[in-house]
């Protein structure tokens, strides 16, 4: 009875083998990841995300996974500019590996990311010493553009490509940057004291050009007040002349001037003054006409 099973038992005993076997061949590769496959240590091929199958018992061989994802590497480099100052730059380099070169970016390059490092310090140290301390925070970029052209072309032969060269900082030497900050003060408190001093004249001007204004206003203001005085005067002779009263041109304009006299006084009562000198004797003011008529006829 058992010889008569025998031959089904060695079949499934061969199928659950051959199962086992095909199982251990499969391989898994992750997403934005290829392996490296190789047959008796010979590049055999390059397998992308998903399952994957490769012959057993050692015949072919997962040599590497390579990550095809964004890589970043920071780079600290220390190096002169023209004016003879040194410098530490501080410089991120994002690179990945070449899809379709994966066996140059394996077999080529032990220590990539080494290799990176070497090319920017060398690229900045044959760019950074042609340009002053000043120049180089203005081309900042510039610099990292061309260093970044410069290293993508030498790792392109190894199947990565540079992406993308920033240069985040630059930080001269303590001694040097102290001194930058003392001159940019001096330098700002040149322009605030000139900025004062301006605004100093501005207020001068400002004030004699006002006194000015008030000046030629307050003479326009008794240009004006003598001439309506004048007027007044005209006005008033004209009418005494038109009237029926029969004076003489003398009489009238001793009328005139002692109102006009005595406006001035009663003004001056009106406008806080408690003490004005008048002439002792009974006929001051017939004298002060007097006087007044004399220098009129005078000119």
């Known amino acids: 009875m058992l010889f008569q099973f025998a031959p089904i038992i060695i079949i499934v005993v061969l199928l659950i083998i051959a199962l086992a076997l095909f199982i251990s061949g499969l391989y898994v590769v992750k997403q934005q990841t290829v392996a490296i496959i190789e047959r008796f240590g010979k590049y055999q091929k390059t397998s992308t995300s998903g ?8 015949i072919d061989m997962i040599a590497a996974r390579i990550q095809l994802r964004m890589l970043q590497s920071e780079i ?44 920017i310090e060398d690229a900045l140290r044959s760019s950074v010493p042609k340009l002053t301390l000043d120049e180089l925070f203005e ?16 790792m392109s032969t190894y199947g990565y490509v540079i992406v993308k060269t920033l240069i985040t900082k630059v930080e001269p030497d303590a001694e040097v940057k102290q001194s930058m900050n003392e001159i940019n003060a001096a330098q700002r408190k040149r322009v605030a004291a000139q900025e004062l001093a301006e605004a100093d004249k501005i207020k001068i001007v400002t ?25 007044g005067l005209a006005d008033s002779i004209r009418e005494l002349k038109e009237s029926n009263v029969s004076l003489s041109e003398e009489q009238i304009m001793s ?17 806080g003054n408690n003490t004005i000198f008048l002439p002792a004797n009974p006929e001051g003011v017939e ?3 007097t006087q007044i008529l004399s220098a009129l006829q005078a000119k």
């Not at 730059?89 to 080494?114: C, F, G, I, S």
């Not at 004030?207 to 309506?228: N, P, S, Y």
């Open 287 to 289: 004298d002060i006409r």
């Open 255 to 271: 009328i005139l001037l002692t109102n006009q006299y005595l406006d001035t006084l009663n003004n001056f009562a009106q406008g």
């Open 51 to 58: 399952i994957n199958f490769k012959i057993p018992f050692g």
């Open 207 to 231: 004030a004699a050009e006002a006194e000015a204004e008030k000046d030629r206003l307050h003479g326009v203001g008794i240009a004006q007040q003598r001439k309506a005085i004048v007027d």
């Open 76 to 119: 600290v480099v220390e190096t002169k500019t023209q004016d003879n100052v040194f410098v530490t730059m501080n410089v991120a380099t994002q690179y990945r590996v070449n899809e379709q070169n994966v066996t140059d970016a394996y077999y080529k390059l032990m220590h990539p990311e080494a290799q990176i490092k070497s090319y």
């Open 139 to 154: 081309k900042k970029d510039e610099i990292a553009l061309e260093v970044q052209k410069q290293v993508a072309e030498e």
